[in-house]
């Protein structure tokens, strides 16, 4: 069964830190690209950042950039999101992806309905 499962969500202060996991069972990435959104409620889907497992290329939202690193370890199957400067608008339920699309080279995130499996989501909550 391909299985995607996210950790490492939870409260911290504004300034503060989180590094988000997403594992893979039941597949390897290999060749995928893994991304990462964020949704709040009432709002869609937000792409953040993505990694292709190909060559480690990455693509960050604006908001993302200069706080946030994706890495991969293919070796555990997983890739992180480090999450620096946590403001209290990044405050979401935080989902990684995996899309047969390339990460980078569109200028733009590949939108949500380009990924196809899905984890169940990590919260994270930033207090002012």
């Known amino acids: 069964e391909v299985q995607l499962v996210e950790s490492g969500g939870g409260l911290v202060q504004t300034g503060g830190s989180l590094r988000l996991s997403c594992v893979a069972s039941?597949?390897?990435?290999?060749?995928?690209?893994i991304g990462w959104f964020r949704q709040v409620p009432g709002k869609e889907r937000e792409g953040v950042s993505c990694?292709?497992?190909?060559?480690?290329?990455?693509y960050y939202a604006d908001s993302a950039k200069d706080r946030f690193t994706v890495t991969s370890d293919a070796a555990k199957n997983t890739v992180y999101l480090q999450m620096n400067n946590l403001q209290p608008e990044d405050t979401a339920v935080y989902y990684c992806?995996?899309?047969?699309?390339?990460?980078?080279?569109?200028?733009?995130?590949?939108?949500?309905?380009?990924?196809?499996?899905w984890g169940q989501g990590t919260q994270v909550t930033v207090s002012s």
């Open positions: 992806a995996t899309s047969d699309y390339y990460c980078s080279g569109y200028g733009y995130l590949r939108p949500a309905y380009d990924y196809d499996h």
């Open positions: 039941g597949f390897t990435f290999d060749g995928d690209t």
């Open positions: 990694i292709s497992t190909i060559d480690s290329s990455t």
